[in-house]
């Protein structure tokens, strides 16, 4: 079964360390999503890219995170330094082409804790 | 801008009852319409989709969703829920020409016995 790579899958950090988070999308898919999901805010949508370019990263606070596609493998989520406040569930998705009207398809969350 | 809202966050129906979890879109033409779900410690999958075509769609587990114009509302229902639906249900939208797919807040289905 083809499916979204996410590692690590859980994640322990202190305050002010960097937290780095990789996404294989699946073999073929050229659009790449990032979301976080909070208790308070549900799902919010931080970048995404198509043919490894990025479209829109305007839902990522920009101090701290960034977000690459090195390879059309491998998409990564930094943030430096990290916070309490980016404790959350971290998630990668991808799809073909456009999403309008095709599925994106979901890995199972990167579980970062921030202490 | 797109938005989507779902309400209430939490809903419990009885197991055999008709499960109906309420989606409305804020958009000025209609978009794509999708229900995701997710499940205790995992991703989301999806559960169904409107694109074009016939309004009402049918999806996986014996959901489907009517797509309504005039109310801008995209419900999810079931007519007989199962102890096995209880997870955490996500409308979302994407505009025709946009690859940014938007998601609800979600909304937690219990299914008592």
């Known amino acids: 079964d083809a499916r979204v790579t996410q590692t690590p899958r859980d994640k322990v950090t202190e305050m002010g360390q960097e937290v780095t988070m990789r996404c294989q999308p699946i073999?073929?898919?050229?659009?790449v999503f990032w979301y976080r999901q909070t208790m308070m805010q549900g799902l919010e949508l931080l970048a995404y890219f198509r043919n490894r370019a990025p479209l829109d990263d305007s839902g990522m606070p920009k101090d701290r995170f960034s977000a690459e596609m090195p390879d059309a493998t491998l998409a990564t989520l930094k943030i430096q330094p990290s916070e309490p406040r980016d404790s959350a569930v971290y998630f990668c998705?991808?799809?073909?082409?456009?999403?309008?009207?095709?599925?994106?398809?979901f890995g199972e969350g990167s579980w970062l804790t921030v202490v | 801008a797109q938005s989507v809202t779902q309400l209430g966050s939490h809903v419990s129906v009885s197991e055999g009852a008709l499960v109906l979890l309420r989606c409305n879109y804020s958009?000025?033409?209609?978009?794509?319409l999708f229900w995701y779900v997710q499940y205790p410690n995992q991703g989301l999958q999806l559960l169904l989709k409107?694109?074009?075509?016939?309004?009402l769609v049918k999806g996986i587990n014996g959901f489907e969703a009517e797509f309504k114009k005039s109310e801008t509302s995209f419900h999810l229902t079931k007519p007989s829920a199962h102890m096995s639906d209880a997870a955490e249900y996500f409308c979302?939208?994407?505009?025709?020409?946009?690859?940014?797919?938007?998601f609800g807040k979600g909304t937690r289905l219990h299914i008592l016995p």
């Open positions: 998705a991808s799809g073909r082409g456009t999403v309008a009207g095709n599925t994106i398809y």
């Open positions: 979302a939208v994407s505009m025709r020409r946009d690859d940014k797919i938007i």
């Open positions: 073999l073929g898919h050229n659009t």
């Open positions: 409107y694109t074009t075509g016939a309004t």
């Open positions: 958009s000025s033409v209609p978009p794509y």
